[in-house]
């Protein structure tokens, strides 16, 4: 299926999932926005009031410290796709409970399959804990995991910063990283896709294989 397809499916299937209980005091599921060819997919935890109430993602005070996060970083709001573990309001804003993440992994799992990007970013615990088990954010923020061949590095999420205002200036410093860790994998791929020519070069039989034309 085309990836962006798949993404509007997804997004369809979210809107109307009845999985978990959070379908119960939700306004609007929140499925994600983005190009589905984005290069950097940002995960957060769960939509919050202003989320609930426009059915897009970091709309709130955390998508405002967001934006300006992703300007730190040289990155376009337009061109990173943006989602959450949760597509629905937990009421009171509460952490999400296993079942509803268990409930939406299978929609995660689809977009990441449909967008494929070369780096995830995840913002707060519970997106981390999906990429590296269980590790405390507090030791492995800002750091970064190849994870099935993708570059999944670990950040706090914008609103523990708004409301922490210790960890902000972490929160700058991680963001600040992210430019270098996209030129990692953007070489990472790039040395792949050379692997990968080479090697179909070398199943082709003798009279298809290119030759090098001799000067003398």
């Given at each position: 299926m085309?990836?962006?397809d798949?993404?509007?499916?997804?997004?369809a299937?979210?809107?109307?999932c009845?999985?978990?209980?959070?379908?119960?005091?939700?306004?609007n599921?929140v499925?994600g926005?983005?190009?589905?060819?984005?290069?950097?997919?940002?995960?957060g935890?769960?939509?919050?009031f202003y989320?609930?109430?426009?059915?897009?993602?970091?709309?709130?005070?955390?998508?405002?410290?967001?934006?300006e996060?992703?300007q730190?970083?040289?990155?376009?709001r337009e061109?990173?796709?943006?989602?959450?573990?949760?597509?629905?309001?937990p009421?009171?804003?509460?952490?999400?409970l296993?079942?509803?993440?268990?409930?939406?992994?299978w929609?995660?799992?689809?977009?990441?399959?449909?967008?494929n990007?070369?780096?995830i970013?995840?913002?707060?615990?519970f997106?981390?804990?999906?990429?590296?088990?269980n590790?405390?954010?507090?030791?492995?923020?800002?750091?970064?995991?190849?994870?099935?061949?993708?570059?999944?590095?670990?950040?706090?999420?914008?609103?523990a910063?708004?409301?922490q205002p210790?960890?902000?200036?972490?929160v700058?410093?991680?963001f600040?990283r992210?430019?270098?860790?996209?030129t990692?994998?953007r070489?990472?791929r790039?040395?792949?896709?050379?692997?990968?020519?080479?090697?179909?070069?070398?199943n082709?039989?003798?009279?298809?294989?290119?030759?090098?034309l001799?000067?003398?």
């Amino acid at each position: 299926m085309d990836p962006l397809d798949l993404l509007n499916q997804v997004a369809a299937e979210v809107r109307v999932c009845v999985q978990c209980q959070l379908n119960v005091s939700r306004k609007n599921a929140v499925p994600g926005e983005g190009p589905p060819n984005a290069e950097v997919l940002f995960i957060g935890e769960g939509p919050g009031f202003y989320e609930n109430e426009q059915g897009r993602p970091f709309v709130g005070a955390a998508g405002k410290f967001l934006d300006e996060l992703l300007q730190r970083a040289h990155l376009q709001r337009e061109k990173v796709f943006i989602t959450n573990v949760v597509k629905c309001r937990p009421p009171g804003n509460r952490d999400p409970l296993p079942e509803e993440l268990e409930a939406c992994s299978w929609f995660l799992d689809r977009q990441i399959e449909a967008i494929n990007p070369m780096v995830i970013v995840t913002l707060g615990r519970f997106s981390m804990a999906k990429f590296m088990g269980n590790v405390r954010i507090s030791d492995v923020h800002g750091q970064s995991r190849w994870v099935n061949g993708r570059l999944v590095v670990a950040m706090f999420h914008p609103a523990a910063a708004l409301h922490q205002p210790s960890l902000k200036n972490a929160v700058l410093d991680d963001f600040g990283r992210l430019p270098g860790y996209l030129t990692q994998a953007r070489t990472n791929r790039d040395k792949m896709q050379a692997v990968q020519v080479t090697s179909e070069d070398e199943n082709l039989p003798d009279e298809d294989k290119p030759t090098q034309l001799s000067l003398f």
